[in-house]
């Protein structure tokens, strides 16, 4: 028998058969591993986005931003990568693979835990986690986070990343940085004092941790609102503003679609009820009380515990982390007036209200209980916003201008808070404060509107089921699978014996 046809010849061809493709199958295993993890910012690998909502892709807007990105920027995670979503995580390589070919311009990202790498975290001036900083050159920006999605309800509905990322790369690497003029003249509250209680040294600090540069103006010796005012900002006037300084602040937000914050305690005129008027806002002159004690803490202080959800500015406070709470001290109602803003084309909202058991007591400078006077005190009503309850804090946009427009247009915009110490050095810390102040300031400054990139839902699936169908389904993991699988197995090993 020639050796081609003999057993010896057969066995030989399959044993090489066998080990060749024991080979290849290796050889398969192990370039596939290569290829996705090369280069662990997805530089040169080859990347397929299969999701439903693209949710790993850059949209066309970010890559045509990237493309003219003319400075590195750094982005730092103080979490571990491990800790990080995936969200997260997956759009930082976007970024870092969208940035390749531009060195000029080029984002590189990194997980540092700041409880595990603290050596490294101290010499960047981090000392927080679950923050994400971006660094180019001296310039800084600090983003939480929880602000990369939108809350409903506690939970997480939409991730938002994309926009806030690209915005924040944008704002760290333009040469230009934003600036927030804070209003003196009045006594009020000013940013060079570090004084714990009336100093406002920790908020100029956070807002230049964003990229913010801070100054001081004096409307009555200026006689005029600086062109390079991106926001003006009055902490607790205690003296009216004179007519004309009123008129400066009318034409800023009106004219020129400025930006403005005001922090108005009660007991103290401000002057400025026609520009109030103006925007659909009415600042009572009176002094919230309440008579539930769950709303008070033990030192009277109100819990704020009912927001708009749906407005930016009280995003920041609805994470699923805890329950959206804002602690303030003496405080006025601040009001929507819904047919003066449907006449003038604004969009007024409430952003924070008190409880219902709570009034707006007038006759707030007589000594005596508090008590409700019927026909003096103001009462929330039904028909009001939010239903029932007073409003603390109210913001105005004026729309009529952007009506059918497909993209964004800079109006004015005012925001109300009927409390005049509540971010100063003492009550800055507590708990939802710097959170709704970030969120007015950012909603101030357009800090992503501008961008037309639309968030991504966030899809959960769930199944519900009884005790004995979950019984039944682990029993079919752990047995039924693995004994199809070896039943089969000896049904090919039987045919191939016979």
Not at 36 to 62: I, Q
Not at 67 to 88: H, K, Q, Y
Request: hydrophobic share 40%.
């Amino acid at each position: 028998m020639p050796w081609p046809e003999s057993f010896r010849a057969a066995r030989w061809t399959r044993t090489a058969n066998l080990v060749m493709q024991a080979i290849l199958f290796m050889t398969l295993f192990g370039g596939l591993n290569y290829l996705a993890g090369l280069n662990g910012w997805g530089e040169g690998a080859w990347r397929v986005d299969l999701t439903r909502y693209r949710r790993y892709s850059l949209s066309p807007e970010t890559l045509a931003y990237l493309r003219e990105l003319a400075s590195p920027v750094r982005v730092v995670v103080t979490v571990g990568e491990d800790t990080a979503g995936a969200d997260l995580r997956g759009l930082l390589r976007e970024y870092g693979a969208a940035t390749q070919g531009n060195p000029d311009g080029r984002v590189t990202a990194e997980f540092l835990d700041v409880d595990v790498r603290r050596r490294e975290a101290q010499q960047l001036g981090l000392d927080q986690p679950n923050q994400i900083v971006f660094l180019c050159g001296e310039r800084r920006r600090i983003q939480s986070i929880d602000d990369l999605y939108r809350f409903e309800n506690r939970e997480r509905r939409e991730f938002q990343g994309e926009r806030i990322i690209t915005a924040a790369i944008l704002d760290v690497s333009s040469a230009g940085r934003k600036k927030a003029y804070f209003l003196v003249g009045h006594e009020e509250l000013r940013p060079d004092d570090v004084d714990p209680v009336r100093g406002l040294s920790s908020v100029r600090e956070r807002l230049r941790e964003r990229n913010f540069d801070v100054d001081i103006l004096d409307l009555a010796s200026a006689r005029k609102i600086p062109d390079d005012a991106s926001m003006l900002i009055a902490v607790q006037p205690k003296s009216p503003f004179a007519a004309s300084e009123q008129e400066l602040l009318r034409r800023f937000l009106a004219t020129n679609d400025g930006r403005l914050i005001l922090f108005l305690a009660p007991a103290y005129r401000h002057g400025l009820e026609r520009l109030l008027l103006d925007w659909g806002v009415i600042a009572d002159d009176d002094s919230i009380r309440d008579s539930g004690p769950e709303n008070m803490t033990e030192d009277g202080d109100f819990i704020l515990s009912s927001f708009s959800a749906s407005h930016p500015v009280v995003q920041p406070l609805l994470h699923s982390s805890y329950q959206a709470r804002l602690r303030v001290g003496p405080v006025r109602s601040v009001r929507a007036d819904r047919e003066r803003a449907a006449a003038n084309g604004l969009d007024v909202i409430t952003l924070a209200a008190a409880a219902p058991s709570a009034w707006g007591e007038v006759d707030y400078r007589a000594r005596g209980p508090a008590v409700f006077n019927p026909g003096v005190d103001i009462k929330a009503l039904p028909n009001m916003d939010p239903p029932d309850r007073l409003g603390v804090a109210v913001a105005s946009e004026r729309s009529a201008a952007r009506d059918k427009l497909p993209f964004s247009v800079r109006t004015g915009r005012l925001v109300v808070f009927g409390s005049g110490d509540l971010i100063d050095n003492a009550r800055i810390a507590n708990e939802g404060v710097l959170n709704i102040f970030l969120g007015a300031a950012n909603w101030m400054v357009d800090s992503d509107s501008q961008l037309n990139i639309p968030a991504r839902p966030i899809e959960r699936f769930q199944l519900s089921l009884s005790a004995r169908e979950h019984d039944n389904l682990r029993y079919c993991m752990l047995f039924l699978l693995p004994g199809a699988a070896a039943l089969l197995g000896l049904v090919v090993y039987w045919t191939r014996r016979s």
